[in-house]
């Protein structure tokens, strides 16, 4: 394992070569967080930057310390999106062509917004499912073309330049921090922040955050080093990666005081919190360090807390997947196959003496084309209150109404629903 660690004389050196570039994005204190958590709750607001993430900072820097020998061949990288714009926008602005290797399943609004940043100057391809999938062709391009691979975490720029983010923070506080929450997922944010507030604000409590179904770093953590993970949930697709890096893993378990886990529900019920009540948008990415707000607030409770909004990247046509996602998680939708007793009129009784008076029936689906009235139905119910939930199966047993509950079973809710 190396043993780079990032120097406060190498960052500053990172801030001045991107100062051009980098915006130095507001530092907000967040009422409606404050007054839930009853703590002082600031947002770093890098959706805020001109690629509306923070990979801009590591992406300039490393680009911009490349010797002109390099700099001729082209860059070449991969990402799911966030480093993808900030390789295109360096890319443009330095007159270098570059070419970017994106997941198939990335948001069209993120290739788009790489097409615009890059103009000319960048080339885009599409390969494999996750970035680990295309990191792979990346790399291959790199052997064949001789271009510079522009790692989007595990590399010493990279981290450096991500790691200004801290010096900007510290830069702008009005008082010390007492927890600072980072996304967590190649681990090139929390190397460079964290090692920044560890040297300059010491007593600081730095937490990563991580999506429950891409842990790559707790993986790593629980293993003594970075390990592949067999399977990932590519929804927080800015931190969907399969492997933690291995620059990073030896960083990070020096800096990191506290790993939590959020559960994708709960980033998409803190998405749609942030967009209702203070009209931020984010990216799943973005909201996991507000998400884990939920899972400290014992902690947290009046103490100065940052939390880091990374970026704003998301596609308006996974909005009603976000608020599926957020209501299940919530406990207010529920889905049954249900089995009506045969004879007349037991649809109308269900409705009438099973579903409550502030529930609704948003899903109805009978599972025969013919001979419906005798078949199955997949229904699915959205409650007022996730409370609701016993009363209605008490319900539906005095009624003698056979069903399945679908929502503990994954493999045959996607098949259903």
């Known amino acids: 394992m190396s043993d780079y660690r990032p120097q406060l004389s190498d960052i500053q050196k990172a801030k001045q070569r991107i100062s051009g570039v980098v915006v130095n994005t507001p530092l907000m204190l967040n009422i409606q967080l404050s007054e839930r958590y009853g703590a002082n709750v600031w947002l770093k607001r890098e959706d805020m930057q001109i690629v509306r993430s923070y990979k801009i900072r590591g992406a300039y820097n490393k680009i911009s310390s490349l010797a002109p020998e390099e700099l001729e061949r082209g860059v070449v990288c991969a990402s799911a999106g966030n480093h993808a714009q900030g390789v295109a926008l360096t890319c443009n602005k330095m007159g270098i062509k570059g ?17 615009m940043f890059g103009k000319d100057d960048i080339e885009i391809a599409l390969c494999g499912d996750t970035y680990d999938d295309c990191c792979a062709e990346a790399l291959s391009c790199c052997e064949k073309s001789g271009g510079a691979f522009i790692h989007p975490f595990d590399d010493p720029q990279i981290i450096e330049g991500q790691a200004t ?63 592949d993970l067999a399977e990932i949930d590519t929804f927080a697709d800015g931190i969907a990666v399969r492997r933690a890096g291995d620059l990073t893993f030896g960083i990070c378990r020096n800096v990191v005081d506290r790993l939590v886990q959020v559960p994708e529900g709960q980033i998409c019920t803190t998405i749609l919190a942030l967009y209702n009540e203070s009209a931020i948008v984010v990216e799943p990415a973005g909201a996991v360090s507000v998400a884990a707000l939920e899972y400290l607030k014992d902690d947290i409770r009046g103490k100065n807390v940052v939390c880091v909004i990374s970026g704003s990247n998301n596609d308006i046509t996974r909005m009603e997947e976000i608020k599926e996602r957020s209501l299940l998680h919530e406990g207010l939708k529920h889905y049954f196959i249900l089995r009506f007793p045969q004879r007349a009129g037991a649809l109308r009784e269900f409705l009438e003496k099973v579903l409550g008076p502030n529930d609704d029936i948003t899903h109805f689906q009978y599972s025969k084309k013919n001979s419906r009235e005798r078949g199955p139905a997949v229904v699915g119910i959205e409650l007022h209150r996730a409370e609701d939930f016993a009363p209605l199966v008490e319900r539906m047993k005095e009624q003698n109404i056979v069903y399945e509950y679908l929502n503990d079973k994954p493999d045959l809710f996607q098949f259903l629903i």
Request: a neutral charge; hydrophobic letters at 40%; one cysteine or more.
């Open 99 to 115: 070419t970017i290797f994106m997941p198939k399943p990335t948001p069209k609004q993120k290739i788009n917004q790489v097409k």
């Open 165 to 227: 983010l801290g010096l900007d923070i510290l830069n702008e506080a009005f008082g010390d921090f007492h927890y600072i929450l980072l996304p967590i997922g190649g681990g090139g944010l929390m190397a460079g922040v964290g090692s920044v507030f560890k040297s300059l604000s010491p007593d600081t409590c730095v937490v990563g955050v991580e999506s429950s179904g891409a842990a790559s770093m707790k993986a790593a953590f629980d293993a003594g080093h970075p390990v």
